[in-house]
């Protein structure tokens, strides 16, 4: 099976920045996109950002557009997301999951096959 490992959470002030990995790994690895979810307490689980594998495009929650930078190392099977000016709000546990097969929609929870396990991202003031 494929496994998807996060790291990279932690504890941030205000403002602040956390840069995310997720390195893929249990067979040889194939995917359409590689993306980011959160899912704050008490919330459900949102889309942040995601990115083709091929052709790299990316696509953003409007929430953390022009803060968060997604982005992946193909030769390692692995997706960056780089967190700047951090609020409060963003506080959450950070999945990182990937997209098998084609369907032409990247931002939704349905339509990625693996997920790990995540990673606590807490943004304090």
């Known amino acids: 099976q494929v496994q998807l490992v996060e790291s990279g959470g932690g504890l941030v002030q205000a403002g602040g920045s956390l840069r995310l990995s997720c390195a893929a790994s249990?067979?040889?690895?194939?995917?359409?996109?590689m993306g980011w979810f959160r899912q704050a307490a008490g919330k459900e689980r949102e889309f942040v950002a995601t990115i083709t594998w091929s052709g790299g495009n990316t696509y953003y929650a409007g929430s953390v557009k022009g803060r968060f930078t997604i982005s992946r190392d193909n030769a390692k099977n692995t997706v960056y997301l780089q967190m700047d000016s951090l609020k409060p709000e963003d506080t959450a546990v950070y999945y990182c999951?990937?997209?098998?097969?084609?369907?032409?929609?990247?931002?939704?929870?349905?339509?990625?096959?693996?997920w790990g396990q995540g990673t606590q991202v807490t943004v304090s003031s």
């Open positions: 999951a990937a997209k098998r097969y084609y369907t032409r929609s990247y931002v939704t929870t349905g339509e990625y096959d693996y």
């Open positions: 249990g067979r040889t690895f194939s995917a359409v996109a």
